[in-house]
């Protein structure tokens, strides 16, 4: 009875007092991976953020996309033609089957200024030749200098319209940034969710083992009694059933842990070594200042993502806004044209002709015209006008929803602080009571059964402040992914994590 007791008790210690690790079964192989080295791997190797960070250079090559509307174009063109008539029409045309032919070269820039400005200069020589015998030259060559400049006045016009797509773009660049915050922090707050899930599971696991320790000796302890007639075959029938559901509740651990180490290793990417037993870290204390809503509202209004998101929603409802009050305006276009040109029976006598302005042209327009009404404008500015005003209320929203997000974030780390202290209370008075109960066992004054729940009550006792560490954790994860700081919490900047992207994005990967 004694030697029984005693193996009892040295059950019992073991489930007081779990190992920190857990060994790895017959050819699998132990790692040990703390907290930091998992957001490590999953920041290096994780796809889904690996796919996320093309966006920015995506979005970045919009920008570039958008601003090559502002350099100047080239261009060049070369024409020949050959004609012969069946007949001479007249006289006058001096050639029985009058024959022509001519060559012609042109080049030209065009560029388009920020302002709607469209300016264009070319160049252009032509060479033509004839059996007439009337051609005063031949073969002549005709050279020209010509440009042109158009300026948009009302519709089209000023810097703000034409930069549109290049101001679109930068916020597109803004927002891209901030989604790629939001998805390192997702990713961030998932990786240390599952690492402490899996290491509580971990713990779950040793304290259940020890208590189907403890069950199975009661078992034989009983049987032994039995034979001495001292226990019936229901107190039998009741201990095999103890046994058997402490064995079902260690198969629910064990996919617990399975199931916590299969997600952790799709988060850190570890495709090379699926199923590698973890060696974790152990459970952090909790215990510190209760956080303050206020300065949590106050952060999360300089770096969570989401916010940010929104006020580039709202900068981009702004812009267009004024881009379709500065649209809603009549056409007024005034342009201007002029040219030099030379004409001589060689190539450069014509252009001599040309740079002494032997022949000129020019001319100037103005046009104007208004749809009537202005309907379509109207339209497109009451529309922007409307979804400029809804972007705001939406705003006005997503502030108070993060201020009651961060508020029962915040009670939530509170009670759970809470929670450990009172749990801890509950397990140490347990814990002791246990200790009272040994020598009370050792001395005969108690059965075996009598002890177990005791036992029974110090490990539910573990398990509810196991319980209360978990949501204590969460919370904090949660609020400081509220915040935005969850990068912070785990010294990490984003600087360093932006150059990488950029680097990716830029095709350096």
């Avoid at 208590?211 to 078992?219: E, N, Y």
């Amino acid at each position: 009875m004694r030697t029984s007791g005693f193996l009892i008790l040295l059950v019992l210690s073991v489930g007081l007092h779990p190992p920190s690790t857990r060994g790895a079964g017959q050819g699998e192989e132990a790692v040990a991976m703390s907290l930091a080295e998992s957001l490590d791997l999953a920041l290096l190797q994780n796809l889904g953020l690996r796919v996320r960070r093309y966006d920015m250079g995506i979005a970045r090559q919009g920008v570039e996309e958008s601003r090559a509307a502002f350099v100047p174009e080239f261009s060049a063109s070369a024409s020949a033609n050959e004609s012969r008539s069946a007949a001479a029409a007249s006289e006058l045309e001096g050639s029985a089957q009058p024959t022509s032919e001519a060559r012609r070269f042109g080049a030209e820039v065009r560029q388009r200024l920020s302002a709607g400005t469209r300016l264009q200069a070319g160049v252009n020589m032509r060479r033509s030749a004839t059996d007439s015998t009337f051609a005063t030259l031949n073969p002549a060559h005709e050279a020209a200098a010509e440009g042109s400049i158009t300026q948009p006045l009302l519709r089209g016009g000023g810097r703000l319209v034409n930069r549109a797509d290049i101001l679109r773009g930068e916020i597109a660049i803004r927002r891209t940034e901030q989604t790629l915050r939001a998805a390192t922090m997702d990713l961030l707050a998932d990786v240390e969710r599952t690492y402490w899930r899996a290491r509580i599971a971990r713990w779950r696991l040793q304290i259940h083992e020890a208590s189907l320790a403890a069950a199975q000796a009661l078992l034989e302890e009983t049987q032994e009694l039995r034979r001495q007639g001292l226990q019936t075959d229901i107190d039998v029938l009741q201990a095999e059933v103890g046994v058997a559901q402490r064995r079902e509740t260690l198969i629910v651990d064990r996919q617990e842990i399975q199931d916590a180490d299969d997600q952790l290793d799709f988060l850190v990417g570890n495709r090379t070594r699926p199923g590698t037993v973890w060696i974790l870290d152990e459970i952090p204390e909790v215990n510190g200042t209760p956080p303050d809503p206020v300065q949590s509202l106050r952060t999360a209004f300089r770096r969570q993502p989401e916010y940010l998101m929104q006020r580039e929603m709202l900068a981009e409802r702004q812009l267009a806004g004024e881009i379709a009050a500065r649209q809603h305006r009549p056409s007024l276009d005034a342009s201007a044209r002029g040219s030099y040109s030379g004409r001589d029976d060689n190539r450069g006598d014509a252009w001599d002709g040309v740079r002494q302005r032997d022949g000129y042209g020019w001319q100037v327009d103005v046009s104007f015209s208004m749809p009537w009404g202005l309907r379509d404008s109207g339209a497109r500015l009451a529309q922007a006008r409307m979804q400029l005003d809804q972007a705001q209320w939406d705003f006005i929203r997503i502030e108070e929803e993060m201020a009651v997000q961060i508020r029962s974030a915040a009670r939530a780390v509170q009670a759970g602080q809470a929670r450990e202290e009172a749990t801890r209370l509950v397990r140490e008075a347990a814990e002791r009571q246990l200790e009272l109960e040994q020598s009370r066992f050792e001395a005969g004054l108690l059965t075996v059964r009598q002890v177990l729940e005791v036992q029974n009550d110090v490990e539910q006792a573990r398990l509810r402040e196991l319980e209360a560490r978990r949501d204590t954790l969460a919370a904090i994860i949660r609020l400081a992914r509220l915040e935005g700081s969850i990068m912070e919490r785990h010294g990490l900047r984003w600087n360093v994590l932006e150059e990488e992207t950029l680097s990716m994005a830029d095709g350096n990967s």
